[in-house]
């Protein structure tokens, strides 16, 4: 619905699935879902409709409009109250009067209203499972009856008969016909794909959203068969239909069955369902199988679903199972910030696998029971979106490979001086890591610098090199400069300032215990600049590219102000002869190689070895 148009977040960002409905909230709903999104927007009223809804509020238009077309009314004749609550059964009226039920032919006044209301928000589809039609309505329950309306059938009235207004201003209808279905070409469908199942009638999108489609033939991420939706020719997402039948394996089946028709035959007790003769489809854990693997993987806690063909329940068009796994809760946290809790978010679990859910990632989870040291099933966290695990290490052997489905191996510079390594800085890990990244988008959708991007790693170690060797002399003065200062600056900018927030946090701190802070140069002048004076020490990267007006902006300022600080340029240390197209990401490669010519200098000048460690790997945390 947000993809659409239809429905927006609030001021805060958030969506407030939780929160109610407002009366202003579903007239400017209800106009983007009769003029859409740019036509909703350009509605304006130079008059205040109501008394408490003035020309300026931003709800006006709205208001004036869905007050005019006869979808809404003023609590009085002076009065809207814009920030009122709705109950489903009012904004179930609303919805059914844009699908073309008359108000007043289908008697959505007087004394029984609201039971009409409800009876014809079941027929027309609208109504939304769970919701006590009585209750004030929740924005997340809003959107979903909007939605279920998007694909309701319209209707008409071949006569609308007489209405007639009685002493006490109530209007009654006489003669009208029952509502009739609009006809609409199967061509014109918004269900598209193999097996739509296409009618001949008009649905809310097909006349107010034509460019929406559902398109039949997709599976989800665990593989059940779904349904594409787009709009304007862009994926919205793929969502996957509810199982016909599912079971959950306990410890009483019997996992000897030599067949996966047998297997599901046990779990059924019913030997009438069938494979489909073309071929059923198989899914475990995400993936495309083979029914063998289905069958081998079935065990103790495995789920699985069987869904059928639309026209024979009892013939089997796809088996999805998967497996959850187990991991240790290890933290429960109930302290959830205002907007969390506005999104229903009442705690957070923290587990042994180092993800971190809340109770609404996790349907039919109450993350509040939750206790510390307990144990989770957890399919999102095997599965999480078919998503492939990519590690990039120097050592093959490291535990954590056994976690990876892709394993990139860097080069790491072990020797013990910074100056007799001689590695491939082609191939160490923020250029390994680099290179990853422009594959993937070459790959998956082209990189018109490609191959100006390789030239650049062809060059980037002969340049890393010599600049190592210029700054040699440069970084044992910095060492005497700065080897009693207690507090050092670093400043970068873009796909640098890594670099020198590692340079920062990683030896300044932690390996020579010299209290620091990185700088972003983009955020320089908008504060830290204060402490700017003749006894501060900075470190400044000036990169190479887009980032390198703000850095010299800052280095001009420093030259000024500033009496202490040590420069590092990537065009004077030799950058600027990679085009200037792909220079940017070179910036820090450099950088992080040049550092460590300095960091070897100042832990000499300082007597403190960069091994040396007061709590790291020596005490619990």
Not at 217 to 239: A, K, M, N, Q, V
Not at 574 to 602: K, M
Request: hydrophobic share 35%.
């Amino acid at each position: 619905m947000t993809a659409i148009g239809v429905i927006d977040g609030m001021d805060d960002g958030s969506f407030d699935p939780n929160g109610t409905l407002t009366r202003e909230q579903a007239a400017a709903l209800i106009c983007r879902m009769v003029l859409g999104e740019d036509g909703a927007d350009r509605l304006n009223t130079s008059y205040a409709p109501f008394d408490d809804v003035a020309a300026t509020r931003w709800s006006a238009p709205y208001i004036a409009y869905c007050v005019e077309q006869g979808y809404i009314v003023g609590e009085s004749d002076t009065t809207f109250n814009p920030t009122g609550l709705l109950t489903g059964h009012a904004f179930a009226k609303l919805l059914l009067c844009v699908l073309g039920y008359d108000p007043i032919i289908e008697t959505y006044t007087g004394a029984s209203w609201a039971v009409n209301v409800a009876s014809d928000a079941v027929s027309a589809g609208i109504a939304v499972d769970g919701l006590l039609m009585g209750n004030n309505i929740t924005r997340e329950q809003a959107a979903q009856m909007a939605f279920q309306t998007l694909t309701a059938d319209m209707v008409y009235y071949t006569s609308k008969g007489t209405n007639i207004t009685l002493e006490n201003g109530t209007i009654i209808n006489t003669g009208a016909s029952d509502p009739t279905r609009v006809a609409n070409d199967r061509s014109n469908d918004y269900r598209t794909g193999a097996g739509a199942d296409t009618d001949e009638y008009m649905q809310y999108c097909e006349r107010y959203f034509e460019d929406l489609e559902a398109r039949a033939g997709d599976e989800d991420d665990f593989g059940r068969p779904g349904t594409l939706w787009r709009y304007e020719s862009e994926d919205i997402g793929t969502y996957g239909k509810d199982a016909d039948y599912i079971y959950v394996l306990d410890d009483d089946y019997a996992t000897g069955n030599t067949y996966l028709s047998d297997a599901i035959h046990e779990l059924m007790d019913d030997d009438d369902l069938q494979w489909a003769s073309g071929g059923s489809n198989y899914w475990l854990n995400g993936e495309d199988v083979a029914a063998v693997d289905v069958k081998n993987a079935m065990t103790y806690g495995t789920v699985v679903e069987l869904f059928t063909d639309d026209d024979d329940s009892d013939i089997i068009t796809d088996v999805v199972a998967y497996n959850y796994t187990l991991y240790q809760i290890d933290e429960v946290d109930t302290d959830v910030s205002s907007s969390d809790e506005r999104d229903g978010v009442t705690a957070y679990i923290s587990l042994s696998n180092g993800k971190t859910y809340n109770n609404t990632d996790i349907p039919g989870y109450n993350a509040s029971t939750y206790e510390e040291g307990t144990f989770l099933a957890d399919q999102y966290a095997l599965v999480v979106a078919g998503a492939a695990v990519v590690l990039l290490t120097y050592q093959e052997e490291s535990e954590i490979a056994a976690f990876a489905d892709y394993l990139v191996l860097y080069s790491f510079d072990s020797s013990s001086s910074a100056h007799t390594g001689d590695m491939d800085y082609a191939g160490e890990k923020t250029q390994c890591a680099l290179q990853l990244a422009v594959e993937l988008v070459n790959g998956t959708e082209g990189y018109e610098h490609y191959d100006a991007f390789y030239q650049g790693v062809e060059r980037i170690g002969g340049i890393i090199r010599k600049a190592r060797e210029q700054v040699t002399g440069r970084a044992k003065a910095f060492a005497q400069e700065y080897k009693n200062d207690s507090f050092l600056y670093t400043m970068g900018s873009g796909a640098s300032w890594a670099s020198a927030y590692m340079e920062s946090i990683c030896i300044f701190m932690e390996m020579q215990w010299i209290h620091s802070a990185c700088i972003h140069t983009g955020e320089y002048f908008h504060g830290p600049f204060e402490v700017t004076d003749c006894n501060a020490g900075f470190v400044v990267q000036i990169a190479e590219g887009s980032g390198r007006e703000l850095d010299e902006r800052c280095l001009r300022f420093l030259q000024k102000y500033a009496k202490r600080f040590e420069v590092l340029d990537a065009k004077e240390l030799g950058l600027s002869t990679i085009d200037p197209s792909v220079v940017d990401y070179f910036n820090h490669s450099l950088f992080n190689n040049v550092y460590p010519i300095y960091n070897a200098a100042l832990a000499e000048a300082r007597q403190h070895p960069l091994s040396t460690r007061r709590y790291m790997w020596k005490v619990a945390y």
